[in-house]
């Protein structure tokens, strides 16, 4: 008998058609510019607390008006939230906050840390306010963006998680000791989320760096995930990273698997990769063919099909955001009309919803300030400008305000149907929630570009292009502007290029081998840094003969290759465009 989904009588009204012009519930449509401030006051009342009353600790206890470490010692708030000052315009901050970073940040630690949440928090936000460090009026050193010292400590804290990834399945550990690698008994247990949520940070710094070996790393373990689906398309939410055996077999698109899929739509779009979006398309052809009921997605067991828990994850919220960076804007909509109607019963979205029973599921009452649904309403606000998505963001501020602000910050809803709180305040809160309510009510941050404005940055590579729109965002909010990935790296035929030009330029008389070099008065000249040249002298001939035909300008635009329609930010690209 085909499972039917019944849905109570009050959550039929999301299945009727929007109506566009529906005023907030006092007649009003919400006032962006009265909500941009209140976020921004919400934002300074969480932040001054952590940094009065919790820093260096990672995160602050609002209760208690005190901090503590919970991911690592990394004083992690601090990390997460240095993009969003410089999103709210807070060119002063971002500077000293910096300097206090390198001052007082150390990997070099004897910690248990998890390798998914210090690529997501830590390696992000540092990479993202490397990115954004010029824009914050920082002074950057020569060869930014390929250098800097946030760059730097990017680099570093990455590397400490790469022993994680030393399985013989290359997928990931979900824990390491930032001083001695993966301890002995390890768990090798990880969550498909903690396998497939590397390639947007790895990528971005393989390509600032010049290192491929992150990248690399990040490639083999979605390829992996990819090799384990099941015979009907599905995935997990566990498995082990030694055997490649799944261990916990319940398929969805919420906790555990969420960033898998969000990962591969957008390091589709980072790194222009036909092969990524591809897999996405098909997950979500089995998505929807096993998973998607009355527009909501409910758990299944990843080899029959069979539902499993018909509930509603609030992690689940990010789904329509991410339907919109592929266009998929209708389906997207419904979703999210089912999800905000959740919302709108408990004043936030609890954990887990039980769906036929239109209720809470037992301790799992809770809502710890995600943003998921904001997140989704951000996205989705650039693609249709329906206001019903602003009413969502005017919501969030006042249940935000009214249920969880205390003296020292916000505190997170252990219990949606009473108000109790706990005493916790996620860094996230600063990073993802806060900075999407901001941009939802923000319409000309910079961060919304549409190309219309541009800085022209000169490389060790040449010039590049940044600053122009088309951020993507990781899944902690961290925004990584995507054009610095091409200023970093050169083409072979470039390379040899300029080999070439400089030899004829000190006339030295060329050799056939590229491995024997004149020596001048000076001492030998060296090649500049990049890729590996080829292993012999007629592949080194034929690509310059390639390079003859072929030249590469300095400044060039990536072409949109995908003959599918990607959103940025709801911006949408055809491959004819």
């Known amino acids: 008998m085909p499972f039917r989904l019944l849905v109570p009588f009050g959550l039929l009204c999301v299945l009727l058609p929007l109506h566009h012009g529906a005023p907030g519930p006092d007649g009003t449509a919400p006032d962006p510019a009265h909500y941009r401030e209140r976020v921004k006051a919400m934002f300074y009342h969480a932040y001054d607390s952590y940094l009065e009353n919790a820093f260096p600790y990672d995160e602050l206890r609002p209760l208690t ?87 730097r400590m990017a680099e570093e804290a990455a590397r400490k998680l790469l022993p994680a990834f030393q399985t013989p399945t290359g997928m990931p550990y979900g824990t390491v000791n930032l001083l001695h690698g993966v301890n002995p008994g390890e768990t090798p247990v990880t969550c498909t989320a903690g396998i497939g949520t590397f390639i947007v940070e790895f990528a971005t710094l393989s ?114 955001g991410l339907q919109s960076l592929i266009g998929d804007i209708d389906n997207a909509m419904r979703t999210f009309l089912n999800y905000y109607t959740v919302w709108k019963q408990f004043g936030g979205l609890p954990e887990f919803y039980n769906i036929p029973q239109g209720y809470t599921v037992e301790k799992r009452e809770g809502y710890p300030l995600r943003p998921e649904l904001i997140e989704s309403a951000m996205y989705l606000y650039r693609a249709t400008g329906d206001p019903t998505l602003l009413e969502l963001g005017r919501d969030a501020v006042e249940s935000i305000e009214k249920i969880s602000k205390v003296e020292c910050g916000f505190a997170t809803i252990k219990d949606l149907r009473d108000h109790k709180l706990d005493n916790r ?47 993507i965002f990781n899944t902690e909010a961290h925004p990584i502007d995507p054009a610095a990935l091409h200023c970093c790296r050169r083409l072979k035929e470039e390379q040899w290029e300029v080999e070439d030009l400089m030899r004829e330029f000190y006339s030295l008389k060329r050799n056939r081998s590229r491995f024997q070099k004149k ?21 080194h001939d034929q690509a310059r003969e390639k390079s003859a035909k072929q030249k590469i300008p300095l400044l060039s635009c990536p072409s949109q290759p995908f003959t599918s329609k990607l959103a940025l930010l709801g911006q949408v690209f055809l491959d004819s465009s």
């Not at 939230?81 to 070099?108: K, P, Y």
């Not at 373990?221 to 566990?238: F, K, P, T, Y």
């Not at 998607?292 to 789904?319: C, I, N, R």
């Not at 001048?520 to 990049?530: C, D, I, K, L, Y």
């Open 65 to 151: 008006c005190d901090g503590h470490d919970t991911w690592g010692s990394f004083s992690l708030t601090l990390i997460d939230a240095l993009d969003t000052l410089l999103i709210l315009g807070n060119v002063s901050e971002f500077q000293r906050v910096v300097e206090v970073l390198q001052d007082n940040v150390d990997f070099d630690i004897d910690v248990n840390a998890s390798v998914f949440e210090t690529n997501i928090r830590v390696v992000g936000g540092l990479l993202s306010a490397h990115l954004l460090s010029k824009k914050a009026g920082v002074e950057v050193e020569a060869g930014w963006p390929c250098s800097g010292p946030l760059l």
């Open 519 to 539: 020596t001048m008065s000076s001492g030998p000249w060296e090649p500049p840094a990049g890729p590996e040249p080829p292993s012999s002298p007629e592949n």
């Open 425 to 471: 305040m996620e860094s996230f809160f600063l990073a993802e929630t806060v900075k999407y309510l901001y941009l939802l009510f923000d319409p000309t941050n910079f961060i919304h570009n549409n190309g219309s404005t541009f800085d022209a940055v000169i490389t060790p590579y040449g010039e590049c292009i940044l600053g122009a729109g088309g951020y």
């Open 207 to 320: 390509s600032l760096t010049g290192d491929p070996v992150f990248e690399e790393v990040a490639r083999v373990a979605l390829m992996r995930l990819w090799e384990s689906r099941s015979d009907i398309g599905l995935v997990g939410n566990h498995i082990d990273v030694l055997t490649g055996k799944w261990v916990a077999q319940d398929a969805g698109i919420g906790a555990g698997v969420d960033s898998y899929f969000e990962y591969l739509v957008k390091g589709a779009i980072l790194l222009q990769d036909k092969k990524l979006m591809a897999m996405f398309l098909e997950y979500n052809k089995a998505i929807r063919n096993y998973t998607h009921f009355d527009d909501w997605y409910l758990w299944v067991q990843m080899y029959k099909g069979t539902v499993s828990m018909p509930v509603f994850q609030s992690l689940e919220a990010y789904w329509p």
